[in-house]
């Protein structure tokens, strides 16, 4: 193996950085990032602790679910889900979070770094409502940096042409809960009536 352990190693085997792409950090949402993120129905939440630990944690809700408060702020509302809160309780003690939005069919997305801070309440939780139920929490995030990045990592994956998935042959959710995690104590038949399509729908603003 040979290891790679300084910047100046790591620069010489990838080469300098494409004048674009250097310059394509921005301090503040353009116009065409507010589209985005008005289009987008899904973003991944970075964060990491004050020692270091990740997390990256899905969110998903009906496209434009992340709020637009000004140029240099967006809040990211929070749903029931596990509890463990596993990211919120990095920003707490680390507050610089990255934040990539998805469009499905888009082979860009939309980047955005930044501090962030949890709020309880605020009056534009009303605006984030969705099928009657106001969020828990939000995750507002001060603009540091946004960019777009390339397409080349979804069209090396071919993440959104079916033609090209993979066979699934993965257990369901139940039996993957079954198979991986200790301690479960329901039966198969409990976990798949749990996560049944008719069921689950049930929970996604319930928790």
Known sequence: MSEITGPAEL???LGPVMPRAAAKERPALHPRDRQWIATSPFIVLATSDAEGNCDASPKGDPAGFVHV???HTIA????PGNRRADGYLNILSNPHVGV???IPGRNETLRINGRARLLRDAPYFDDMVVKGHRPILAVEVEIETIFFHCAKAFLRSSLWQPSRWPEDTLPGPAGLAKEVQAGI???????ERHYAPENYEKLLYRG
């Open 11 to 13: 620069r010489e085997l």
């Open 69 to 71: 408060l000004d140029d």
């Open 76 to 79: 990211i509302p929070e749903r």
């Open 100 to 102: 990539i939005f998805l």
């Open 185 to 191: 104590t329901e039966s198969l038949a409990e976990l």
